[in-house]
């Protein structure tokens, strides 16, 4: 276990040199993580930013943790209600965001008085590391902020302990689906506070009335950033027949004229390779499955001759839900279009998964924004917008998604107990 007092240069007395020393070095490692997960520069930087407003938010936040005086219904009696720490919270992470997926749950955790154990990814576990050493600088206190990186042979058994520990009050984990019910089954058995981020399958929906060239910047966002690697990238597009065509021709063009894939410290690159072997197998499968039903390849479609996990940004149209990659996550570089006709068919389509987490449509009708926004079965909804996270807006899913919220003013609930005081014989 790597504690926040094991930096290699002392605590938080260390001089002005020792200090910069030690800034390049924790940067260096985590330019590590991102190029061994192949995010590009300008990504990674605009993560740091992201990762840093969750500390700043939940260091304001930690000062709103208000209680209540409640009347009383008798009158000799005092009702308090008191906001308590949860107590020890182990915290598991994905690769995909290799700091922010850990700042936003230690910075609400710190906030609300509680002491973490993170466990980072197998393949980024780095950044964890190089928070450590910024919680050495910042002051934090010996023991609050615990790292347990391990292999992947290990993960499981790290994980169960985690989970099944009586000193451990709080789980919170982001990652997949199928790990997030192997935790809770874990969790069940001291019935542990949890929060779960997991997989997401987001439709975005392009209605007959939205601004096209709008509707296409937004995919191209919401699609292939991280090289469609994010639990809230666009898994399905939807469009309606009156502007299908105009939009596949728009779509491919931005795709052609500004994705470009490379060296991710090559400031025009925009697409990185993928996480891995495995993650390029499962584009593959989609998009062979899709091709075999009947899909046709608008653009890309296969591995990119830069080879290793490289592979092209495609677009498929012709699309059906009969199709695998219209059924699961495809957590790559893969933009499926299906045709619909009406907003009902749409909406149906949309809320037809175990899945809820984003959401997307375009429309320049406000009756039409109300109907769909309110109808869409997710956590979060971006009306004429491809990106939504911030720090200010409550991040999480319904269904499959997840269970609770993160960032926002909502965050820290998951990490506090209510405690009602009831004083009598006044
Ligand atoms: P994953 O396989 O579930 O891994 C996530 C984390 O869980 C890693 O630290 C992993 O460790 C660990 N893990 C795996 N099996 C475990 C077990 N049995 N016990 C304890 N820990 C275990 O997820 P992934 O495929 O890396 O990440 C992509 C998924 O995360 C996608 O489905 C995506 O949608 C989702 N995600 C969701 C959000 C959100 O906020 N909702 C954000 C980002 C990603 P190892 O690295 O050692 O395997």
Redesign the pocket.
Known sequence: MVRADDGEQGGAGADHHGRERRYESRHRIQMIDYTMMGKPLKEAQGEIVYSASFLEWFAEEARRIYGDVIPASAKDRRVLVLKQPVGVAAI??????PSA?ITRKVGAALAAGCTVVV?????TPLSALALGELANQAGIPAGVYNVVP???QQ??A???VLCTDPLVSKIS????????K??LKHAAGTVKRVSM????HAPFIVFDSADVDRAVAGALASKYRNSGQ??VCTNRFLVQKGIHDEFVEKFAKAIKKELHVGNGFDAKTTQGPLINEKAVEKVEKHIKDAVSQGASIVTGGKRHSLGKNFFEPTLLSNVTTKMLCTQE?T?GPLAPVIKFETEAEAVAIANAANVG?AGYFYSQDPAQIWRVAEQLEVGMVGVNEGIISSVECP???VKE??LGR?GSKYGIDEYLEIKYVCIGGL
């Open positions: 598991i992470t994905p690769w995909n965001f997926m466990k980072p990814a197998e393949d391990c292999s992947r993960t499981a790290v994980g169960e984990f982001t990652g997949s689906t199928a790990t997030g192997i935790l981020e997991l997989g997401g994010t639990c996550e957590f987490l991040f999480g899913g998604s997840g993160e």
